[in-house]
């Protein structure tokens, strides 16, 4: 595989990826998906049996990644424009996908509560959620450290939301963690 995905080299998506099991045929939505950077590299994993919904508030993201996607000839990218903190506001069916990648996302959330809640009305059952975030510690690069959500305290969040069992932390990179949790 060629990965296409371009900019961030703090993050191998085809190592994550592979950690998280992603494979052919899944439905995966890419929360919080900026430049693309883990969507391109799904839509290629997934295959044209699969589907890829790379959603954001910012129309200038998916704007980039609809081009991308255009370039690369990734027809199964759907891109989504979403206010992700409002449940019921994602244009995705209900309890319709494998996989939701939180990626350098939740830390910026002001309402994870509802943010996570979202995430999970459109999970499958046995679906899963990929979280990674940066570490809650000093790192050279990354936004400020008290503007970061630790380790912990993103399990707090999923426990106080409910529905959810964790089945995996690793280590994607120097300066992140990773969650993979699965809808009861």
Same mark, same amino acid.
């Given at each position: /595989?060629? #990965? $296409?995905? #371009?900019?961030?080299? !703090?993050?191998? *998506? ?7 099991? +992603?494979?052919?045929? /899944?439905?995966?939505?890419? =929360? ?6 883990? @969507? !391109?590299?799904?839509?290629? $994993? ?8 790379? +959603? ?7 704007? #980039? ?9 990734? =027809?199964?990218?759907?891109? +989504?424009? @979403?206010? !992700? ?8 069916? *209900? %309890?319709? !996908? ?13 309402? &994870?509560?509802?943010?996570?809640? %979202?995430?999970? &009305? ?9 979280? $990674?975030?940066?570490?809650?510690? *000093? ?13 912990? @305290?993103? &399990?707090?969040?999923? %426990? ?5 069992? %964790?089945?995996?932390? =690793?280590? *994607? ?6 969650? $993979?949790?699965?809808?009861?």
């Amino acid at each position: /595989m060629t #990965t $296409i995905a #371009t900019g961030n080299k !703090l993050l191998d *998506p085809e190592k994550v990826l592979k950690e998280i099991k +992603v494979e052919s045929g /899944m439905r995966v939505a890419d =929360f919080g998906c900026g430049n693309g950077y883990f @969507s !391109l590299t799904v839509a290629e $994993i997934v295959g044209g049996k699969g589907q890829v919904y790379a +959603v954001d508030i910012l129309k200038s993201s998916l704007d #980039t990644i609809n081009r991308e996607a255009q370039r690369h000839q990734l =027809f199964n990218i759907k891109t +989504v424009w @979403s206010n !992700l903190e409002i449940v019921g506001a994602t244009k995705i069916n *209900p %309890e319709s !996908l494998d996989l939701i990648l939180i990626v350098h996302t939740l830390y910026q959330s002001g309402n &994870r509560i509802d943010f996570l809640s %979202e995430a999970l &009305r459109l999970l499958k059952p046995k679906g899963k959620i990929a979280i $990674i975030d940066w570490i809650k510690r *000093p790192t050279p690069i990354g936004p400020p450290v008290d503007d970061r959500i630790s380790e912990d @305290s993103a &399990r707090q969040v999923l %426990e106080e939301v409910g529905g959810l069992t %964790e089945l995996e932390a =690793f280590n *994607p990179g120097q300066y992140h963690y990773a969650l $993979i949790l699965e809808k009861n």
